[in-house]
């Protein structure tokens, strides 16, 4: 992981000036992050106590937060690296009270120690170019007996599969830095010194072509899909159903306690 170059550039050029103005919009971004946006909202609401303090970091436009800011009573805070993704976040965000938005780095929260009672990264982590360093600047800003909550999609233990995987999602968009499998998400929480961890799994289904068709190297990345062994198309259970590519990815919602 080491070898890899740091990629914070290219997520700020990305989603300074492609994605946040149109970010929410589900009909335009067809991206895996945002489909399974009601079954993480659903899993935040039934963890999240009222009267919390809760950080989502690398929140974007500020999506999930600000639903829960509605449905909760407590202290709500999105960070976000993107400036223009902050700005949309404060527009979208006129009339809650008990919110606010921060432009920052992951890798370097301008916070004080034991802060938060929840911190979540939804869709965020693999953005991010030193995950241990992330989640150990959640460790430190979380109370005792805080929650870390990683929403993301779930790479695979195979070592072939997961290779595959990440070429794939790199190679469509640059800014990815890296998807994990359970054992390494595990690792990393152990190593932050977290030490109650639990994943949740929900599949999610993507159309091929419509998945490709947001970002880069749209035939190289649908070819090696496409031509791939069986033992990768089983993986992403590749499949095709009236003249559509279907694949399947895993999305997951990790729950870590301090
Ligand atoms: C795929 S978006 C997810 C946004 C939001 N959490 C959501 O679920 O819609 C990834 C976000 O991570 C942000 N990001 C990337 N690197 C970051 C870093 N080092 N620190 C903080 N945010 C970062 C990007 O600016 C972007 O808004």
Excluded at 165 to 188: C, G, H, I, M, W
Excluded at 197 to 222: A, G, P, S
Aim: hydrophobic content about 40%.
């Amino acid at each position: 992981m080491s070898s890899k170059k740091d990629n914070k550039q290219i997520n700020i050029q990305l989603f300074d000036n492609k994605r946040a103005s149109s970010y929410e919009d589900r009909k335009l971004e067809y991206n895996f992050n945002t489909v399974p946006f009601e079954w993480h909202l659903a899993n935040s609401l039934k963890f999240i106590s009222n009267n919390s303090k809760v950080i989502d970091i690398g929140c974007g436009t500020g999506e999930l937060i600000r639903n829960i800011a509605k449905n909760k009573t407590g202290k709500f805070i999105g960070v976000d690296l993107s400036e223009s993704m902050i700005d949309i976040a404060k527009s979208n965000t006129p009339n809650i009270q008990n919110i606010q938005f921060d432009a920052m780095s992951s890798l370097d929260l301008k916070i004080e120690n034991n802060e938060f009672d929840f911190a979540l990264m939804r869709g965020a982590l693999h953005h991010f170019s030193n995950p241990q360093k992330a989640i150990g600047e959640a460790f430190r800003i979380l109370k005792k007996n805080g929650q870390l909550h990683i929403l993301d999609i779930l790479s695979y233990e195979d070592s072939e599969i997961d290779i595959f995987f990440n070429k794939t999602n790199v190679l469509r968009q640059p800014a990815n830095f890296q998807f994990y499998p359970k054992s390494k998400l595990v690792e990393f929480c152990k190593n932050a010194g977290f030490n109650q961890i639990e994943l949740f799994e929900h599949i999610i289904t993507m159309d091929l072509d419509k998945w490709l068709n947001t970002y880069n190297e749209t035939e190289k990345v649908r070819n090696l899909f496409l031509n791939s062994s069986e033992k990768i198309k089983k993986a992403f259970n590749l499949r095709e159903e009236n003249r559509i590519f279907l694949i399947d990815f895993v999305s997951f919602y990790l729950v870590a306690k301090k």
